[in-house]
Every structure is written in structure tokens, then in C-alpha cells.
């Protein structure tokens, strides 16, 4: 793999986790918002990754699939992207606000299936396999500058 194939792959990476990241950012805006334009209240938002495969990546040549143990060929992954954004079905929770012009009949309001551990959760991870990218690439240009010098 060529470094412009590694650096490919690690700014996939970082572009894919960007994605996750403002979705998490969205769900956590959205925590309180009981009336969207769509009706009803938000839903919270995923985003699905998939990995890249050698004929989809824009800068790599055709490498044939590696083989691994016991024979089997797995395809070698060229990078991640983010196919879509998953809308959670599952319902929000239930308070008693009988004031609220958005109760229901028995003085209930839907909010939104946002949990704010669960979102903290996740954005501490999509920020550390962010992080994790951007050292990876950092190492790579060192590495890089390093060959450069050697007479």
C-alpha cells in the first residue's frame, strides 16, 4: 500500500467519524424537541459505516483479495464510508405535562428516544477513533519526511 492509499484510508476515516460525530451532536440538540416538521418528536440518528472495497476506491489500483488463514480470500478493505443515517423507531419516552398544548388526552407529551449517557457514550468514541486517525496520519507524514532525508 502507497502512502497516498494510506492516507486514503485514514481520511476516510476521519471523514467517516466527522459524519458520526454531528449526528451524535444533532441527537443531543434535539433532546427536548417534542414537535418536529415531519410531526411527532425527533427521532434519534445513527450513522451506518461500511467499508470501501478496491474496485470503489478512488485512488487505488486493483489488488487481488489477501488470502488468510485456512484458505478462505477476504477482500482487502480500502477505507470506510458512511452509506446512511439510521432513523431509531423506537418511541420516546412518556411525561406527564397535561399544561403542554402537545399532551395527549391523558395529559402525556412524547419526547424524543434521545438518551444523553448513551450519545455522551458515543461521542467519546467517535472522538478517540477520530483521534486515533489523526495520529495514525501524523505518523505517516513523519515517516514519510523521515525517507525523504535518507541519503
Same mark, same amino acid.
Given at each position: ?59 487505488? +489500483?486493483?489488488? !487481488?483479495?489477501?488470502?488468510?488463514? &485456512?484458505? =478462505?480470500?477476504? *477482500?482487502?478493505?480500502?477505507? /470506510?464510508?458512511?452509506? %446512511? ?12 405535562? +397535561?399544561?403542554? !398544548?402537545?399532551?395527549?388526552?391523558? &395529559?402525556? =407529551?412524547?419526547? *424524543?428516544?434521545?438518551?444523553? /449517557?448513551?450519545?455522551? %457514550? ?30
Amino acid at each position: 500500500m502507497s502512502f497516498f492509499d494510506s492516507m486514503s484510508v485514514l481520511s476516510s476515516g476521519l471523514v467517516a467519524e466527522q459524519t458520526r460525530m454531528n449526528t451524535i451532536s444533532d441527537n443531543i440538540a434535539n433532546i427536548n424537541t417534542t414537535q418536529t416538521p415531519q410531526g411527532g418528536p425527533y427521532q434519534r440518528a445513527e450513522a451506518v459505516f461500511q467499508s470501501i472495497e478496491n474496485s470503489q476506491f478512488p485512488f487505488s +489500483p486493483p489488488i !487481488p483479495p489477501t488470502p488468510y488463514p &485456512g484458505g =478462505v480470500q477476504q *477482500p482487502l478493505s480500502n477505507g /470506510v464510508e458512511v452509506i %446512511s443515517i439510521y432513523k431509531d423507531p423506537t418511541p420516546g419516552r412518556l411525561v406527564y405535562d +397535561p399544561r403542554n !398544548p402537545l399532551a395527549n388526552t391523558s &395529559g402525556y =407529551v412524547r419526547y *424524543p428516544n434521545v438518551d444523553l /449517557v448513551t450519545e455522551m %457514550s458515543d461521542m467519546m468514541s467517535a472522538t478517540r477513533a477520530y483521534s486515533a486517525n489523526v495520529t495514525a496520519i501524523n505518523s505517516l507524514k513523519t515517516t514519510a519526511n523521515q525517507a525523504l532525508t535518507i541519503k
